[in-house]
């Protein structure tokens, strides 16, 4: 039999207790068991015979005594190796962190350090685990030895309370907490980071008044009974309660560019579930990932959305419905386009952005995808939290499963009859149907739904009807062999009782509704409907019997319009009813052409005063899209084309981006007619490059060249020559794009195409500022500008505006550029285009720069990568990054910019490279002082004629010639720069340049 080493543990927080591979060993009581704690409290260490002798028998006794003690120890132990003798010293043969004393104090340092480092959870969580291991006091009563052990224990322990309740404050908590907080600082007076706390949660309670109150108790206490203040940290924290800062929970500065959740609001009160709410709400705010498990119809989503309501996390709350999702989505892209990011790394720099809390709703049918997704976010995004609802848990090491039972009767009958007022108003309570309804209510084993969808009824029958009828049909719920999932045995019953009451009509409606993804318009209903030769004139009365039966669910939104959408167990029970009529194609066919006609609609209308509507069409009907797309992909791919391209357009005003491309690119086959290809290519190159890929928006472009150039249609020769230009813009070729603005701007003009015109003129106009061609620019801006004026192109008409904020910069007209550039990113706001407002917003920070406006450019810089960032735009994140490391160098904060140049680096490298990687590069070097570095980008930068690269490589190069002791050669590179310079004076100022500063200051020559 092979040799398994023995494992010892000690536990003295309570009752000693001594095992060994797990299993309690018998330890005999009195000294032999002091003993054992005595040489535990040192584990590890050797403890010398006459300390032992001295602290055991402090009044005298022999070596043969601990000698006897020593070798029971042993037997009780089952080995002797387990007490080593050694020098005149014994030694207890256990690890430190299997003693419970020892692992907590490491428990607690590693909490400490925790919450110093803003890691409020990992603090929470080892506070936790440290405090759950004191079972009582140090478990022996004699021995004044062990009176410095147990008062550093009760230390340790009240310094672990104190981190718990510090970290769940920093994790958000508030008036929760005061009961509780109240109780310990009445029994620890002094331990003034309670007080902190306490005074914290009172403030974020709503209780401003007894915070303060609390800091004059806990003052008067240490003034009276220490004759001392209150240490800085509660001075400070008292001050911040009275300026009502936003650090302790006062309201925060408005932001700019707002990044709202998506929670749908509640038409219903939650019944029942208050405990729930507060107990699920506390996990969320200690743990990273909670999931709620739980049958169907328990009303897990109700309780998660009532639980986020309540809380406001920087980043946002966000809810993922993923009933509509098969086992084959990207569920980390689904995730992306809930948040309106464009892909991967747009998400995670969104969600590195700010804490936030992400919803994934119905996780039971996804659970391999669904847990690796979660694993791999908890590990990557330190700020985000998730909770999940599904019927079984995901199976992961950092999940709490937070068990959702069912309703107790009272909550069941409670629930019962709240709803059935709803239905009917005077509805007679008596002892006769009081009785019912808690029949009723247990027949349902407390399930909300199922309740729901019962009380749904007394609208048109009796309580007494609904038992009745209730006993002949659910007795399918109470099935256990069924081999249909857990759900659907639950609440098949239920729900095919409401069902076969419905009018033929109304079957029909259920139909319907569970071909659409998420939530549909009433248009979108009614053309389904028809179909299935419903009357258009009966749609909303068929409505109307569903919603009042519980069985449809009416979403509203803030402009007033109202959209339908299905349970999800009622989805699932309507689509079968819809396969055994043999309409599902039908009824799939006829949601694909609604959204196809949608998409022409939006085709049409994008860059018009209607554009505002189809970006809220895009972004309402997006899951709908998405499944009319797949649809038609294996059974109408024309369709599929057609619904792409519609909604092309949009989907760049939106700033979809990589997502959008992919869509379009998966509806093309080899029976796709070229001009179709073609179109597809083009906006797919744009949405790439619109987020930063250059690198697949040329391959996109060089596949629609090479198709186009098979045509005669001169437009779409010209369409190539256009997204060409936005291309090379995004590469920062500024006369490769100009060429291309021009090239189609001739065919445009010829064929009268009004916004392409347009187009073509802000590329045009744009790249003539990037040469700093100004009155070319102000031309062409001024009419393109007046174009989409007529044309009601507000997106078009923002970036227009821009350009005399541009045109006012190269001028050095500074202040105007300001008020321009500034009020291009507010009006970019105010129409939703978060993209747009975070270019415009790192155009102004630019500005202020070079202003001299050093704190405002700062802050203008912080709030351009935040918009970038929530838009999905790598490259004016990248780009917003790179300006502000310039401008950390220029004030003389350069290492600080470090980090911003290397994660631009990171990005170009996985991105194609394109405008800014070279400058990133070129700052990068000098700021660390990299002359071999800065000697390739000067070759680079020659060879691609970028000469305001050549010219900061030149002023680095010549500063380490200065500092290295040669000021003749720092004096020619330095003059190589300066006669360059003119070339990019409107680009760069002196203060740009600080490497040439200190040369000058080094070599002693004046600034010239």
């Given at each position: 039999m092979p040799y398994s080493r023995r494992v010892l543990t000690v536990a003295v927080l309570g009752v000693v207790e001594a095992r060994s591979n797990g299993d309690r060993l018998s330890v005999p009581a009195g000294k032999t068991t002091e003993l054992l704690v005595r040489l535990a409290l040192e584990a590890g260490s050797s403890v010398r015979v006459d300390a032992l002798l001295e602290d055991l028998w402090p009044h005298g006794t022999g070596r043969n005594t601990l000698q006897s003690k020593v070798s029971q120890l042993r037997r009780a132990l089952g080995s002797k190796d387990f007490v080593a003798a050694e020098n005149d010293t014994y030694r207890?043969?256990?690890?430190?962190?299997?003693?419970?004393?020892?692992?907590?104090?490491?428990?607690?340092?590693?909490?400490?350090?925790?919450?110093?480092?803003?890691?409020?959870?990992?603090?929470?969580?080892?506070?936790?685990?440290?405090?759950?291991?004191?079972?009582?006091?140090?478990?022996?009563?004699?021995?004044?030895?062990?009176?410095?052990?147990?008062?550093?224990?009760?230390?340790?322990?009240?310094?672990l309370l104190e981190d718990v309740m510090a970290a769940r404050v920093d994790l958000g908590a508030g008036g929760e907490l005061v009961a509780e907080l109240e109780t310990l600082v009445t029994q620890h007076p002094l331990r003034e980071r309670l007080w902190g706390s306490l005074m914290t949660a009172l403030y974020r309670g709503g209780r401003q008044s007894d915070a303060l109150a609390a800091y004059a108790r806990v003052r008067k206490l240490l003034v009276d009974e220490l004759g001392v203040e209150p240490a800085p940290a509660l001075r400070t924290l008292e001050r911040e309660l009275l300026l009502q800062s936003a650090v302790v929970g006062g309201d925060p500065a408005p932001n700019p560019v707002a990044v709202p959740s998506n929670l749908p609001r509640s038409r219903t009160a939650l019944v029942g579930r208050v405990r729930e709410c507060a107990s699920l709400r506390d996990l969320v705010a200690a743990h990273r990932f909670v999931n709620v498990v739980g049958p169907a119809g328990v009303g897990k989503t109700r309780l998660m959305l009532e639980t986020a309501s309540h809380t406001q996390p920087p980043g946002g709350v966000w809810l993922v419905r993923l009933e509509a999702v098969d086992g084959?989505?990207?569920?980390?892209?689904?995730?992306?386009?809930?948040?309106?990011?464009?892909?991967?790394?747009?998400?995670?720099?969104?969600?590195?952005?700010?804490?936030?809390?992400?919803?994934?709703?119905?996780?039971?049918?996804?659970?391999?995808?669904?847990?690796?997704?979660?694993?791999?976010?908890?590990?990557?995004?330190?700020?985000?939290?998730?909770c999940a609802t599904s019927q079984v848990p995901l199976g992961l090491d950092d999940e709490l499963v937070f068990h959702l039972e069912p309703l107790s009767q009272p909550d069941s009958v409670q629930l019962f009859w709240a709803r059935a007022r709803q239905?009917?108003?005077?509805?007679?309570?008596?002892?006769?149907?009081?009785?019912?309804?808690?029949?009723?209510?247990?027949?349902?084993?407390?399930?909300p739904l199922a309740i729901e969808l019962a009380a749904a009824r007394v609208r048109s029958l009796s309580i007494e009807d609904i038992a009745r009828r209730l006993d002949d049909r659910f007795a399918l719920l109470q099935d256990p062999s069924g081999n249909r999932p857990e759900r659907r045995r639950a609440l098949a019953g239920a729900i095919g009782w409401s069902y076969d009451l419905l009018f033929p009509d109304d079957q029909r409606g259920l139909w319907a509704l569970s071909c659409f993804a998420g939530s549909a318009c009433l248009g979108a209903v009614e053309h389904v409907l028809g179909a299935l030769d419903v009357p258009k004139d009966a749609v909303v009365d068929t409505l109307t019997r569903l919603v009042d039966r519980s069985l449809v669910?009416?979403?509203?939104?803030?402009?007033?319009?109202?959209?339908?959408?299905?349970?999800?167990?009622?989805?699932?029970?309507?689509?079968e009813r819809l396969a055994d009529s043999q309409l599902t194609e039908t009824v799939h066919r006829a949601h694909a052409v609604w959204y196809a006609q949608r998409a022409d609609w939006c085709a049409e209308n994008i860059r018009s005063a209607n554009q505002p509507t189809c970006l809220t069409i895009a972004?309402?009907?997006?899951?709908?899209?998405?499944?009319?797309?797949?649809?038609?992909?294996?059974?109408?791919?024309?369709?599929?084309?057609?619904i792409a391209l519609g909604f092309g357009w949009t989907w760049v005003v939106l700033g979809d981006g990589p997502a959008a491309a992919a869509r379009v690119r998966s509806t093309l086959s080899s029976t796709t007619p070229p001009l179709h290809t073609v179109s597809a290519h083009l906006v797919a190159s744009w949405l790439e490059a619109s987020a930063g890929n250059v690198a697949l928006a040329q391959q996109d472009l060089d596949t629609a060249a090479s198709i186009a150039g098979q045509l005669t249609t001169a437009e779409f020769k010209a369409d190539v020559a256009r997204h060409r230009a936005f291309v090379f813009l995004q590469q920062g070729l500024a006369h490769e794009a100009l060429a291309c603005s021009v090239a189609s701007l001739a065919t445009y003009r010829d064929l009268d195409?009004?916004?392409?015109?347009?187009?073509?003129?802000?590329?045009a106009a744009y790249g003539e500022l990037m040469i700093g061609d100004t009155a070319a620019a102000a031309r062409d801006g001024a009419e393109a500008a007046r174009i989409l004026t007529q044309l009601g192109d507000s997106w078009g008409l923002v970036h227009a505006k821009a350009m005399l904020g541009g045109i006012a910069q190269v001028e050095r007209r500074f202040e105007d550029a300001i008020d321009a550039l500034g009020g291009a990113a507010k009006e970019s706001a105010a129409l939703g285009f978060v993209g747009q407002a975070g270019l415009h917003l790192g155009s102004l920070a630019r500005v202020q720069q070079r202003a001299g406006h050093t704190a405002d450019a700062t802050a203008t810089f912080a709030q351009a990568i935040t918009a970038a960032t929530a838009s999905g735009d790598g490259r004016m994140v990248a780009a917003a990054k790179l300006n502000l490391a310039r401008l950390m160098r220029s004030t003389g904060n350069g290492p600080a910019a470090v980090p911003y140049l290397r994660e631009n680096l990171d990005w170009y490298a996985g991105a194609g490279g394109g405008d800014g990687a070279l400058l990133s590069r070129c700052v990068l070097a000098a700021e660390t002082d990299d002359e071999t570095s800065l000697e390739v980008v000067l070759k680079l930068a020659r060879s691609e004629k970028h000469d305001l690269v050549a010219v900061l490589a030149l002023d680095g190069l010549a500063r380490?010639?200065?500092?290295?002791?040669?000021?003749?050669?720092?004096?020619?590179?330095?003059?190589?720069?300066?006669?360059?310079?003119?070339?990019?004076?409107?680009?760069?100022?002196?203060?740009?340049?600080?490497?040439?500063?200190?040369?000058?200051?080094t070599t002693g020559k004046p600034h010239a």
């Amino acid at each position: 039999m092979p040799y398994s080493r023995r494992v010892l543990t000690v536990a003295v927080l309570g009752v000693v207790e001594a095992r060994s591979n797990g299993d309690r060993l018998s330890v005999p009581a009195g000294k032999t068991t002091e003993l054992l704690v005595r040489l535990a409290l040192e584990a590890g260490s050797s403890v010398r015979v006459d300390a032992l002798l001295e602290d055991l028998w402090p009044h005298g006794t022999g070596r043969n005594t601990l000698q006897s003690k020593v070798s029971q120890l042993r037997r009780a132990l089952g080995s002797k190796d387990f007490v080593a003798a050694e020098n005149d010293t014994y030694r207890l043969a256990v690890d430190p962190s299997g003693v419970d004393a020892l692992y907590v104090t490491h428990l607690a340092a590693t909490a400490s350090a925790a919450r110093r480092a803003g890691d409020a959870t990992t603090a929470l969580e080892r506070a936790k685990e440290a405090l759950a291991l004191f079972r009582g006091e140090m478990g022996i009563d004699d021995g004044d030895w062990a009176a410095p052990h147990r008062a550093r224990l009760e230390e340790v322990r009240l310094g672990l309370l104190e981190d718990v309740m510090a970290a769940r404050v920093d994790l958000g908590a508030g008036g929760e907490l005061v009961a509780e907080l109240e109780t310990l600082v009445t029994q620890h007076p002094l331990r003034e980071r309670l007080w902190g706390s306490l005074m914290t949660a009172l403030y974020r309670g709503g209780r401003q008044s007894d915070a303060l109150a609390a800091y004059a108790r806990v003052r008067k206490l240490l003034v009276d009974e220490l004759g001392v203040e209150p240490a800085p940290a509660l001075r400070t924290l008292e001050r911040e309660l009275l300026l009502q800062s936003a650090v302790v929970g006062g309201d925060p500065a408005p932001n700019p560019v707002a990044v709202p959740s998506n929670l749908p609001r509640s038409r219903t009160a939650l019944v029942g579930r208050v405990r729930e709410c507060a107990s699920l709400r506390d996990l969320v705010a200690a743990h990273r990932f909670v999931n709620v498990v739980g049958p169907a119809g328990v009303g897990k989503t109700r309780l998660m959305l009532e639980t986020a309501s309540h809380t406001q996390p920087p980043g946002g709350v966000w809810l993922v419905r993923l009933e509509a999702v098969d086992g084959s989505a990207d569920l980390e892209q689904v995730v992306a386009e809930t948040l309106h990011v464009a892909g991967r790394m747009q998400l995670r720099e969104r969600l590195l952005g700010a804490q936030t809390l992400l919803l994934l709703d119905n996780c039971e049918h996804l659970v391999t995808n669904a847990s690796a997704l979660v694993a791999q976010f908890l590990w990557d995004l330190p700020g985000l939290s998730i909770c999940a609802t599904s019927q079984v848990p995901l199976g992961l090491d950092d999940e709490l499963v937070f068990h959702l039972e069912p309703l107790s009767q009272p909550d069941s009958v409670q629930l019962f009859w709240a709803r059935a007022r709803q239905m009917r108003r005077q509805l007679v309570v008596d002892i006769d149907s009081t009785a019912l309804v808690e029949e009723v209510c247990q027949s349902l084993d407390g399930l909300p739904l199922a309740i729901e969808l019962a009380a749904a009824r007394v609208r048109s029958l009796s309580i007494e009807d609904i038992a009745r009828r209730l006993d002949d049909r659910f007795a399918l719920l109470q099935d256990p062999s069924g081999n249909r999932p857990e759900r659907r045995r639950a609440l098949a019953g239920a729900i095919g009782w409401s069902y076969d009451l419905l009018f033929p009509d109304d079957q029909r409606g259920l139909w319907a509704l569970s071909c659409f993804a998420g939530s549909a318009c009433l248009g979108a209903v009614e053309h389904v409907l028809g179909a299935l030769d419903v009357p258009k004139d009966a749609v909303v009365d068929t409505l109307t019997r569903l919603v009042d039966r519980s069985l449809v669910t009416v979403d509203g939104s803030d402009d007033g319009r109202v959209r339908y959408r299905l349970l999800d167990s009622i989805r699932a029970y309507a689509s079968e009813r819809l396969a055994d009529s043999q309409l599902t194609e039908t009824v799939h066919r006829a949601h694909a052409v609604w959204y196809a006609q949608r998409a022409d609609w939006c085709a049409e209308n994008i860059r018009s005063a209607n554009q505002p509507t189809c970006l809220t069409i895009a972004r309402t009907e997006r899951a709908n899209v998405h499944s009319a797309l797949s649809w038609s992909r294996t059974n109408d791919p024309d369709l599929g084309v057609r619904i792409a391209l519609g909604f092309g357009w949009t989907w760049v005003v939106l700033g979809d981006g990589p997502a959008a491309a992919a869509r379009v690119r998966s509806t093309l086959s080899s029976t796709t007619p070229p001009l179709h290809t073609v179109s597809a290519h083009l906006v797919a190159s744009w949405l790439e490059a619109s987020a930063g890929n250059v690198a697949l928006a040329q391959q996109d472009l060089d596949t629609a060249a090479s198709i186009a150039g098979q045509l005669t249609t001169a437009e779409f020769k010209a369409d190539v020559a256009r997204h060409r230009a936005f291309v090379f813009l995004q590469q920062g070729l500024a006369h490769e794009a100009l060429a291309c603005s021009v090239a189609s701007l001739a065919t445009y003009r010829d064929l009268d195409l009004q916004w392409e015109t347009a187009a073509s003129l802000i590329l045009a106009a744009y790249g003539e500022l990037m040469i700093g061609d100004t009155a070319a620019a102000a031309r062409d801006g001024a009419e393109a500008a007046r174009i989409l004026t007529q044309l009601g192109d507000s997106w078009g008409l923002v970036h227009a505006k821009a350009m005399l904020g541009g045109i006012a910069q190269v001028e050095r007209r500074f202040e105007d550029a300001i008020d321009a550039l500034g009020g291009a990113a507010k009006e970019s706001a105010a129409l939703g285009f978060v993209g747009q407002a975070g270019l415009h917003l790192g155009s102004l920070a630019r500005v202020q720069q070079r202003a001299g406006h050093t704190a405002d450019a700062t802050a203008t810089f912080a709030q351009a990568i935040t918009a970038a960032t929530a838009s999905g735009d790598g490259r004016m994140v990248a780009a917003a990054k790179l300006n502000l490391a310039r401008l950390m160098r220029s004030t003389g904060n350069g290492p600080a910019a470090v980090p911003y140049l290397r994660e631009n680096l990171d990005w170009y490298a996985g991105a194609g490279g394109g405008d800014g990687a070279l400058l990133s590069r070129c700052v990068l070097a000098a700021e660390t002082d990299d002359e071999t570095s800065l000697e390739v980008v000067l070759k680079l930068a020659r060879s691609e004629k970028h000469d305001l690269v050549a010219v900061l490589a030149l002023d680095g190069l010549a500063r380490l010639q200065a500092e290295a002791g040669d000021p003749a050669n720092a004096t020619v590179l330095l003059a190589e720069a300066d006669a360059l310079y003119p070339a990019v004076a409107h680009l760069l100022d002196d203060a740009d340049r600080p490497d040439r500063a200190a040369v000058l200051a080094t070599t002693g020559k004046p600034h010239a």
